[in-house]
T-cell receptor, first 114, second 111 residues
Framework: DSGVTQTPKHLITATGQRVTLRCSPR?????VYWYQQSLDQGLQFLIQ???????AKGNILERFSAQQFPDLHSELNLSSLELGDSALYFC?????????????FGSGTRLTVV | KNEVEQSPQNLTAQEGEFITINCSYS?????LHWLQQHPGGGIVSLFM???GKKKHGRLIATINIQEKHSSLHITASHPRDSAVYIC?????????????FGKGTKLSVKP
């Protein structure tokens, strides 16, 4: 157990639907990062939150949004789902937003859109 | 051309062999990560480097900032080392999480 908890582990849903992925960071970590891993694109950075505020955005589609709550857990919302959104979605956390601190990854949520 | 290139893409080794995985990048960076992803999908951060060399058990990671190159070495490889190894960089001026990933090297160690 890495200390970063992602739920659910697996999710199957239909095109056009909306889903919410949840991430609880390691205790004490203020930064949460979301990544998408697909077969064709590999791993891509989506978005980062630090202590409740959006800190950086990567290749996140407009249909996707995220937030970090006061208790520091984060949710990634994916809407109007398409077949191409099928991927592994990882969350990672770190103590601070600095290259001096390492990351801890969650075990991922496998999303299948049918 | 990808900003982070790894070689080889696939690697098969016999147990006990010394293994080297290479990573070259084309952007200025503040740090480089080596990650391990097991067949179950989970990702573990092995090393974060900004200069020099780090060692943890049988794993050694080196980086040459001038040459924009890093290597991951595994000594006395074991079947449990079978995994995908991913190099990722933090570009200069970027947020710590804004990683650019290589496509990974799939390592299979045979007993």
């Amino acid at each position: 157990d890495s200390g970063v908890t992602q739920t659910p582990k697996h999710l199957i849903t239909a095109t056009g639907q909306r889903v919410t992925l949840r991430c609880s960071p390691r205790s004490g970590d203020l930064s949460v990062y979301w990544y998408q891993q697909s077969l064709d694109q590999g791993l891509q950075f989506l978005i980062q939150y630090y202590n409740g505020e959006e800190r950086a955005k990567g290749n996140i589609l407009e249909r996707f949004s995220a937030q970090q709550f006061p208790d520091l857990h984060s949710e990634l919302n994916l809407s109007s789902l398409e077949l191409g959104d099928s991927a592994l979605y990882f969350c990672a956390s770190s103590l601070e937003d600095s290259p001096n601190y390492g990351y801890t990854f969650g075990s991922g949520t496998r999303l299948t859109v049918v | 051309k990808n900003e982070v290139e790894q070689s080889p893409q696939n690697l098969t080794a016999q147990e006990g062999e010394f293994i080297t995985i290479n990573c070259s990048y084309s952007v200025g960076i503040s740090a480089l990560h080596w990650l391990q992803q097991h067949p179950g999908g989970g990702i573990v951060s092995l090393f974060m480097l900004s200069s020099g060399k780090k060692k943890h058990g049988r794993l050694i990671a080196t980086i040459n900032i001038q040459e924009k190159h890093s290597s991951l070495h595994i000594t006395a490889s074991h079947p449990r080392d079978s995994a995908v190894y991913i190099c990722a960089v933090i570009p200069w001026g970027g947020s710590q999480g804004n990683l650019i990933f290589g496509k990974g090297t799939k390592l299979s160690v045979k007993p």
